[in-house]
């Protein structure tokens, strides 16, 4: 299994404004996902990270508006930059281990 | 592009009544999972199923899946309101990347 840790659990902040989120894992993994999880809505990929590489992010995402950062084995970042209200969101890092796909608390992003 | 569809989105039940939860995918996969989410909270994992027939069973819930038909379903016997939650399924992009696309989740509401 894996146990993932995420900061903040949660945060307000103004428009045009960046936060960085942090997610830890217990474990070396290869890879490193971040979710976004809009108000009432399900989860969509944003991007994979992994270490020694640039991010790779999906249709939709750029890096520019959401840089990642994976120093190591058991850490990354993303960053959610010139924040709108749209960017309001659960953050959510993922890791596979053991056939499972496991994720973290979750950083729920207030954007006023 | 993989697409998942689950039905139905939105689900009141009578405690002690069954019922069961569709998930539909486009094209292949290796790994069909389960998630439940309680508001306000992280993804819970309750079932990954890996190849065709793969039946689990858990208390209440039942997840199987059909590969051919890519259809996982999540059965829901003797409903108690204990079980109130949205229910998401995903599944893994071809190639085993590790990538999940989720359906839009069933919320589940089991009334007294």
């Known amino acids: 299994s894996a146990v993932i840790s995420q900061k903040p659990s949660r945060d307000i902040c103004q428009r045009g404004t960046s936060l960085t989120i942090q997610c830890q894992v217990d474990s070396q993994v290869t890879m490193m996902f971040w979710y976004r999880q809009q108000p009432g809505q399900s989860l969509t990929l944003i991007a994979t990270?992994?270490?020694?590489?640039?991010?790779?992010?999906e249709s939709g995402f750029v890096i520019d508006k959401f840089p990642i950062s994976r120093p190591n084995l058991t850490f990354s970042t993303l960053t959610v930059s010139n924040m709108s209200p749209e960017d309001s969101s659960i953050y959510l890092c993922s890791v596979g281990a053991s056939n499972e796909q496991y994720f973290g608390p979750g950083t729920r992003l207030t954007v006023t | 592009e993989l697409k998942v569809e689950q039905n139905p989105l939105f689900l009141s039940m009578q405690e002690g009544k069954n019922y069961t939860i569709y998930c539909n995918y486009s094209?292949?996969?290796?790994?069909l999972y389960w998630y439940r989410q309680d508001p306000g909270k992280s993804l819970e994992s309750l079932f990954v199923?890996?190849?065709?027939?793969a039946v689990k069973q858990e208390g209440r819930l039942m997840a199987s899946l059909d590969t051919k038909a890519r259809l996982s379903t999540l059965h829901i016997t003797a409903a108690v309101h204990d079980l109130s939650a949205t229910y998401f399924c995903a599944v893994d992009t071809p190639g085993g990347s590790e990538k999940l696309v989720f359906g839009k989740g069933t919320k589940l509401t089991v009334n007294p």
């Open positions: 199923l890996l190849s065709n027939g």
């Open positions: 094209t292949t996969s290796d790994r």
């Open positions: 990270a992994n270490q020694g590489s640039e991010a790779t992010y």
